[in-house]
Every structure is written in C-alpha cells, then in structure tokens.
C-alpha cells in the first residue's frame, strides 16, 4: 500500500521542507559526514545534513514517482535533485534563524515558538493520514520517529511564519465544469430548482477529481486558477452560484463557500525571497 508522502503544502522550498539545518564546528581533517557544504549567516552546514535531505528525496522520488535516483541511467536527474537538496537544507536553516528571531538583524517580531505538544499533535494528524507509523517513516526516508518529528517541527515553523508573514486574500470554492454554455444554464435551472450543488457536480461535472467531492475546490488564492475562473471566483459574494464562466476547459458554474484572509504559498514564496536576498550564503560543496 502505497502511504501518501507528507511533503509540506507551503513550501517556499519545492517538496520536502523538513527539519533544521544543525551548527557544528569545523575541526581540521573532518570525518565525511562533518565537512560543509554551505554556510548561512556563519552557521554551517555540512555533508551529514545534506544526506538527510537526500534520503527524503530518494524516498519522494522512489515511493510517488516511481525513479530510483541512483539507478545509471538518472545520473544527470541524481545530480540536479542534489542541487536542490543543497538549496532546500540552505533554505531550512534560513527559516530556522527566521523563527528564532537570529535573522535579519533588527527584526521587531518576536521569536516563534514551536512547542513540543504542537509537535506531537501535528505528528499524530500525519500518523493516521498514513495509517501506518512504519511505512511513514520508510516512504519519507526518516531513519527515526525522532528525526520524523524534527521534520514536523520544521513544518510548524514555516507555517507559523507564513501566519505572520504571508497572509493573502483566498477564498474556498466549488464548481460544476460541463462542456457548453448550454449545458452551463440547464444547471444553473436545477440549481435555482432547489437541487444540491454538490450532487450535480458528482452527477454533471467534466472535472472529475473535484466532482466526486461535490466539486469541492477547496482553499485557493490569486494566481493558482486560469484567470476568467479567478475574476469570477473573488468577485463572488459567498453563498451565490456565478454565470456560467467559460475558460479553455469548458464552462463553470461556481460557489464560494468561504472567504478570508490565509496563509498564501505565493505571498510565502515572495516574503522569503526578499528575506533571502539579505542572507550571507555561501555554497562551499563541489
């Protein structure tokens, strides 16, 4: 049974945020798993984080895609997955000196806090997501609970941040997608009619991933949808059914359920850019 990989969803840094980059000191003649590879605001990192990294993707690329990195024939693959890890373990401890108050210098919002009862809570919602604690940690390349938990810790962080941070307008929606505008007012009919939206689109709807959750969308914010579908989508009072909206797919019919103010990857992405560009980072592996 294949246990669904519990990459973070807000990421600033591709899929597999996970735990801290860790501070050592260098000593001369370093065993492997010591010598660095990167430094962010002084703080090393070395070999040993970057393999950590490497497990999760070998996991993520072995277990959701189906590759095996170290296979021959994906040696060019092998090695841009590496540049990325690299980039992801600079972008972890970032974040970490971010939420601890140590970066940027000056900063007046107070260190945020992750506490070890948030940990345990967070970590059980993923345990019964996955079913099973073993394959978990297998498919996500965690050598230990311990280290499984670290990798949640991280996740809290980021999304604390991105509450402070990164807070965008979204709304929560649903559609029913059929092919002609047509087709679009035979539903607006029954709707008016009194029949369920959500049944409609289970019984209607061409996006079939969404219609068999009664159309559900979920949380979205600007950006993310084709754009005839976001205009109509934000300007929608929550509660009310849109005219039928055509885009390249076909011909929507919407519901906003929900709207508010939430954290928003693209918002996240643009904050930690700008926060980045004012980091000492130095790259020092091969």
């Known amino acids: 049974m294949k246990v669904r990989h519990i990459a973070l969803a807000l990421v600033v840094l591709a899929t597999l945020l996970a735990g801290t980059g860790c501070r050592v000191e260098t000593k001369a003649g ?167 939206f959500a049944q409609l689109a289970q019984e209607l709807s061409r996006d079939t991933a969404s219609g068999k959750n009664g159309g559900d969308l979920g949380w979205f914010g600007r950006g993310v949808m084709v754009e005839p579908f976001e205009e109509a989508a934000f300007a929608l009072e929550v509660g009310r059914w849109s005219e039928p909206v055509k885009t390249q797919f076909g011909f929507h019919i919407i519901q906003v359920l929900e709207r508010g103010m939430r954290p928003d990857a693209q918002d996240f992405q643009k904050w930690f850019t700008q926060i980045r560009a004012q980091a000492e980072i130095v790259i020092t592996a091969p």
């Open 30 to 196: 370093p065993p492997p798993s010591a010598q660095e590879v990167a430094r962010v605001n002084g703080v090393v990192l070395t070999q040993a984080d970057l393999d950590r990294e490497m497990r999760h993707t070998r996991a993520y690329y072995r277990w959701q895609l189906g590759i095996d990195l170290d296979a021959p024939e994906n040696t060019v693959q092998l090695a841009q997955a590496r540049q990325e890890a690299l980039q992801r373990i600079v972008d972890q401890e970032l974040v970490r000196q971010i939420a601890e108050g140590l970066f940027p210098p000056g900063q007046s919002a107070p260190p945020i806090t992750v506490s070890d009862e948030e940990v345990q809570e967070r970590a059980r919602e993923y345990e019964a997501q996955a079913g099973d604690r073993d394959a978990l940690l297998e498919q996500n390349g965690f050598l230990s609970y311990e280290e499984f938990l670290e990798f949640v810790r991280g996740n809290l962080r980021v999304e604390k941040l991105a509450n402070l941070y990164a807070l965008g307008e979204q709304v929560h929606a649903r559609h029913i997608l059929v092919a002609t505008e047509e087709e679009a007012r035979q539903v607006l009919e029954r709707l008016e009619a009194g029949e369920d």
